[in-house]
């Protein structure tokens, strides 16, 4: 079992150190992850149903109620691109936080960086998405499952963007087999933070976001090492080391 407690530690200070501001980067992310929420909820209607179920006497402008006259595959459409947008920037800010933790001076720009292999982050979140959807449909447990079996997928092809999408699946497998329980129970240590986020209506999310990111980060980063899967730094006189171990040298573990 890894310390939380260390970790948890450590990702406050790597957050409070970093040298290109982890809630500046962490607020234009939420800025763009809502406005593209915005986007979705404006097309499909429902913000429209939700002020009249509020406000049924109230007079909406004319542009509101401009969705009800789109076309269904406009609403698909848009639905669709502003979802898988917004897991591209996820990505981009999981390479920000990455680098933070290398200890590199990471460009807010870094948030866009998910864009230089889009095809793969759009198919990697498409494949997760029915993996899960799936096991769910199952059962909620398998579904569950699939969550922690696929935590890693994205770290891992944020770092080695080189691999397939079904490498990096195939390395959180790996990578997470037999420490699934550990990040669910990391994940309950976060319900306070997560409560506090709602109760302050998302404000919070600039603090606790990057905090979590890190906390999860470091996790990922010592389960590598444990088990020597994933991209890990060459061993010192090692040059012809590409820091690519694929394969677990302790056992086969799926």
């Known amino acids: 079992m890894l310390d939380r407690i260390q970790l948890k530690r ?3 200070g790597i957050v409070r150190n970093a040298r ?7 607020l234009l992310y939420v800025i763009i992850v809502y406005v593209l929420d915005t986007v979705r909820v404006y097309v499909s209607g429902s913000l429209v149903a939700d ?20 076309n269904p595959l406009v609403v698909l459409f848009v639905t669709i691109l502003t979802t898988l947008l917004a897991s591209v920037i996820s990505a981009g800010y999981a390479i920000y936080h990455l680098g933070v933790r290398r200890g ?3 460009a807010y720009s870094t ?10 982050v759009i198919l990697l979140d498409v494949i997760m998405s029915i993996f899960i959807t799936l096991g769910t449909i199952l059962f909620v447990i398998p579904g569950v ?14 770092e080695n963007p080189e691999i397939s999408v079904m490498e990096a699946m195939g390395l959180s497998s790996r990578q997470t087999y037999g420490h699934k329980m550990d990040l669910f129970v990391l994940d309950i240590t976060f319900f306070g933070w997560q409560l506090l986020c709602t109760l302050t209506m998302g404000i919070a999310n600039i603090w606790v976001t990057p905090y979590i990111m890190q906390t999860q980060l ?16 060459p061993e010192p006189g090692c040059e012809a080391d590409d820091g690519f171990h694929p394969q677990d040298p302790f056992g086969p573990g799926v």
């Open 10 to 12: 450590e990702a406050k």
């Open 20 to 26: 290109a501001s982890a809630y500046v980067c962490t």
């Open 51 to 70: 002020l009249q179920a509020l406000a049924p006497e109230l007079e909406l402008p004319a542009f509101l109620l401009l969705p009800a006259s789109f």
């Open 104 to 106: 590199e001076e990471m």
């Open 111 to 120: 948030l866009f960086d998910g864009f230089s292999f889009v095809g793969k």
């Open 145 to 158: 499952i699939m969550v922690y079996r696929y935590r890693f997928a994205l770290y891992n092809l944020c």
């Open 218 to 233: 470091g996790y990922f980063q010592q389960i590598k090492k444990m088990k020597g899967i994933g991209w890990l730094p």
